[in-house]
Nanobody
Framework: VQLQASGGGLVQAGGSLRLSCAAS????????MGWFGQAPGKEREFVAA????????YYADSVKGRFTISRDRAKNTVYLQMNRLKPEDTAVYYC??????????????????WGQGTLVTVSS
């Protein structure tokens, strides 16, 4: 079982990136999916989440209106479209899968699967 994140890179402030997280080894269509960011020297923080059916999305206040999470259940892939990027968005971004959205939002139980990170660097 593997979550493979990709799409990170170096971008100027105000630019855009799209991260992808492809799942393999099993189907994640019944899992809530999310993205977390970990800036240098800081803890991993919630960025965005999407329900198992894609019907509900959730965002950290710092990215509302700029980032959009989506999923393609047929492709077993979740995306994070990042627009109007800011230097403070610089972080390693990790995708995650959990049986409930609450787990992703509140970390009230262990997250089932983590992907490896992809680095996003936003220059000023």
């Amino acid at each position: 079982v593997q979550l493979q994140a990709s799409g990170g890179g170096l971008v100027q402030a105000g630019g855009s990136l799209r991260l992808s997280c492809a799942a393999s080894g099993r189907t994640f269509s019944s899992y809530a999916m999310g993205w977390f960011g970990q800036a240098p020297g800081k803890e991993r923080e919630f960025v965005a989440a999407i329900s198992w059916d894609g019907g509900s999305t959730y965002y950290a206040d710092s990215v509302k209106g700029r980032f959009t999470i989506s999923r393609d259940r047929a492709k077993n892939t979740v995306y994070l479209q990042m627009n109007r990027l800011k230097p403070e968005d610089t972080a390693v971004y990790y995708c995650a899968a959990a049986t409930t959205v609450s787990t992703l939002l509140h970390r009230d139980s262990p997250i089932d699967y983590w992907g490896q990170g992809t680095l996003v660097t936003v220059s000023s």
